[in-house]
C-alpha cells in the first residue's frame, strides 16, 4: 500500500492517527537532537550561553535573547549569573613551581574562582570522579593576585583562572594561564569524568583534553601582561564567537 492510498482513506480515524504518526516520524527524521533553552524552550545551537544558578552551582542553557535579558546586572535576582563569554590568555602570568605545589594538583589542571556563597576563593581539579576540591590558602590566592594584578578582574562565581600544565606539548615547563568561564571548566572536568578510563586515562582522554585546550587557544585574546590595569572586558556576542 502506497502513502497515496494511506492518506485518502475513508476512515477518519485511522487516517487522522496516521497522519499524526507521519508528522511524528517526519519531524524525527527531518531534525536532527536539537538542545532547548531551559527558560523558553526555544531551539539553541549547540555552541550557547548559560546562566550559574548560585545556590546549586548548576549551569542552566540559555537562548540567545534570554541571556541579552540576563546580561543586565540584577536581572537575575541574586539567584542567577550569565557565564560571561571572555576568554583571555595571559602569556605573562607569574606563578613559581612552589607556589604550584602548594595546591597539591594530581592532575596538572586547575581552575580558581571566587565563590561568593562560601565567602572564599576555592580550586577545583578535574578528576574521574567529578571536580576535586584542592588546597588553597587566602594567603596563596592574595600572592597570586598581588604578582597577577589581573587577577581582580575575574568575575565572582562565573570566570575562573584556569592552569594548564598537561605535557602534552611544550614538555615538562609547559604551562598555560586563562581567564575562562566557569561553564567552559565544568566542560573539562565532564569530559574527564566520562572518558577518564583506568588509572592514567587512556589515550581517548587525553585526546580530547588536546582539542579541548587547542579551542581554548583558537578562541581567547591574548593578554602579554598580567600586571596591567587594563584588560579587554568587551564580552563578542555568542553568535559572533568562535
Ligand atoms: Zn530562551
Ligand atoms: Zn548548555
Same mark, same amino acid.
Given at each position: 500500500m502506497s502513502s497515496f492510498d494511506l492518506t485518502n482513506n475513508s476512515d477518519d480515524r485511522s487516517s487522522a492517527s496516521l497522519d499524526v504518526l507521519r508528522q511524528f516520524t517526519r519531524r524525527r527524521e527531518m531534525r536532527p537532537p536539537v538542545e532547548q533553552c531551559e527558560l523558553c524552550s526555544s531551539e539553541i545551537a549547540a555552541d550557547h550561553r548559560h546562566l550559574l544558578e548560585l545556590a546549586r552551582r548548576t549551569l542552566i542553557c540559555v537562548c540567545i535573547p534570554c541571556s541579552?535579558?540576563?546580561?543586565?546586572?540584577?536581572?537575575?535576582?541574586?539567584? +542567577?549569573? %550569565? *557565564?560571561?563569554?571572555?576568554? #583571555? /590568555?595571559?602569556?605573562?602570568?607569574?606563578?613559581?613551581?612552589?607556589?604550584?605545589?602548594?595546591?597539591?594538583?594530581?592532575?596538572?589542571m586547575v581552575y580558581i574562582f571566587h565563590n561568593t556563597?562560601?565567602?572564599?576563593?576555592?580550586?577545583?581539579?578535574?578528576?574521574?570522579a567529578g571536580a576535586m576540591e584542592s588546597t588553597l590558602t587566602l594567603e596563596g590566592w592574595d600572592a597570586l593576585v598581588s604578582a597577577n594584578p589581573i587577577l581582580n578582574n575575574l568575575e565572582p562565581d562565573v570566570e575562573a583562572l584556569l592552569?594548564?600544565?598537561?605535557?602534552?606539548?611544550?614538555?615538562?615547563?609547559?604551562?598555560?594561564?586563562?581567564?575562562?568561564?566557569?561553564?567552559?571548566? +565544568?566542560? %573539562? *572536568?565532564?569530559?574527564?569524568? #566520562? /572518558?577518564?578510563k583506568g588509572l592514567s586515562g587512556g589515550e581517548e582522554v587525553w585526546?580530547?583534553?588536546e582539542e579541548f585546550f587547542e579551542r581554548l587557544r583558537a578562541r581567547a585574546i591574548t593578554v602579554e601582561d598580567s600586571s596591567a590595569n587594563t584588560w579587554p572586558t568587551n564580552n563578542p556576542p555568542a553568535w559572533r564567537r568562535g
Open positions: 541579552i535579558l540576563f546580561g543586565d546586572p540584577g536581572a537575575g535576582q541574586g539567584k +542567577y549569573r %550569565l *557565564v560571561p563569554s571572555r576568554f #583571555l /590568555k595571559l602569556l605573562d602570568f607569574q606563578m613559581t613551581d612552589e607556589q604550584w605545589d602548594d595546591l597539591m594538583i594530581p592532575v596538572n556563597a562560601a565567602q572564599r576563593v576555592m580550586a577545583f581539579y578535574p578528576s574521574p592552569i594548564n600544565r598537561v605535557k602534552n606539548r611544550g614538555g615538562e615547563q609547559y604551562r598555560e594561564h586563562y581567564i575562562a568561564p566557569i561553564d567552559v571548566c +565544568y566542560e %573539562l *572536568v565532564g569530559l574527564i569524568r #566520562l /572518558k577518564w585526546k580530547a583534553i
